[in-house]
């Protein structure tokens, strides 16, 4: 997916906003507004308005990965997770947190896909669940599974042709209110807003016609 990226350089951090991923969860305008001044005539970002250090917390805090920033003060960038995350919204999309490629793009470590099924950003979230009145729990039942033999590295995620999302590579799958639900190596997640066994697949996007 191609996309337009708003870059916005300050002396001692650069911020980069890709808009299409932004679900406005509102982190960033509401804990440092004087650096994201929302519907302002001309830049609307001004990394210079508040340190690196609070700058760089904010980015860290988009779920969407919309945020992003590089420091040029010799501080490091973001890492990957110490465990790889794939957290499920009541009613919303899966916020996924770990070194990730989702299609042909591995430019973020942190992502909301969609799992309502209506997206116009497919497989990104665009917010779309609110319209549809998409209701699916964020506190699905948990399924005791072994530990996994590591819990960090590549996570790569791909849509398939009309069907769910397969993910593979180490991943706890987490509940809104942080209970592990299951750990998996390779799983497949549903992105078409119909399966009854949310977030999982069971094969509904097929009795429903879903293309994507």
Not at 102 to 119: K, N
Not at 135 to 143: D, F, L, Y
Not at 186 to 208: E, M, Q, V, W, Y
């Amino acid at each position: 997916m191609s996309e337009a990226v708003e870059q916005v350089d300050g002396a001692k951090i650069s911020v980069s906003f890709h808009g299409s991923r932004c679900i406005h969860s509102r982190h960033c305008v509401l804990d440092l507004p004087q650096v994201f001044v929302p519907n302002a005539a001309g830049a609307w970002i001004h990394p210079d308005q508040a340190s690196a250090e609070a700058v760089a917390a904010v980015a860290l805090s988009c779920p969407s990965g919309a945020i992003q920033y590089q420091r040029h003060d010799g501080v490091a960038n973001e890492s990957p997770p110490a465990v790889n995350t794939v957290r499920i919204r009541e009613n919303g999309p899966l916020a996924l947190h770990a070194e990730l490629t989702v299609g042909s793009d591995r430019s973020t470590y942190r992502a909301t896909l969609c799992r309502c099924g209506a997206s116009n950003n497919k497989p990104y979230c665009d917010g779309t669940h609110r319209q549809a009145n998409f209701v699916a729990t964020g506190e699905p039942p948990t399924s005791e599974l072994p530990a996994l033999a590591r819990r960090d590295g590549p996570l790569t995620v791909t849509p398939t042709p009309n069907g769910p999302l397969m993910v593979v590579g180490a991943a706890e799958i987490v509940s809104g209110t942080g209970r592990t639900v299951t750990k998996a190596e390779k799983t497949f997640l549903c992105r078409c807003g119909a399966s009854d066994n949310k977030p999982f697949c069971d094969g509904s996007h097929k009795k429903i016609g879903f293309t994507a």
